[in-house]
């Protein structure tokens, strides 16, 4: 009697396990960082150097895929304690840093004020801004 208790009873919960509620709740697998800037770092890319992280450009001695100036990574170094040289800016994933530090640091959630200031001051850079904006 004791067994046939166990039994049914080892029956009755293998059958409401098997018939276990269907949660409603959505799940997220990976959660994929936020990287506002991107589409910015991308066509300045295509702007300044066409893609190329080998660009350099003799008469700025700007260097690397987004054309990175010698007063630009001193300023770098001194505010971030880095000891990057100008070599290093052909280095993709350090001229990334480079920018990316400004682009988040420039105060202005405005895309153009960004790239404005990245490519300097003046009349020139509308332009320049112009360019950009018709890459993203």
């Known amino acids: 009697m004791k067994r046939l208790l166990l039994i049914i009873l080892i029956l009755y919960f293998s059958v409401l396990a098997a018939y276990a509620p269907i949660l409603k709740v959505l799940f997220i697998k990976k959660a994929l960082p936020v990287q506002p800037y991107e589409k910015v770092w991308d066509a300045v890319c295509q702007i300044e150097s066409g893609k190329r992280p080998d660009a350099f450009n003799k008469e700025e001695n700007a260097r690397g895929i987004v054309q990175v100036r010698p007063v630009r990574l001193h300023d770098f170094n001194e505010r971030?304690?880095?000891?990057?040289?100008?070599?290093d800016m052909y280095d993709v994933k350090k001229s990334k840093e480079v920018f990316m530090y400004y682009a988040t640091r420039f105060g202005y959630s405005d895309l153009e004020k960004i790239v404005r200031r990245w490519n300097g001051n003046g009349k020139k850079t509308i332009v320049y801004w112009e360019k950009v904006k018709s890459h993203m």
């Open 80 to 87: 971030t304690g880095k000891h990057y040289i100008m070599n």
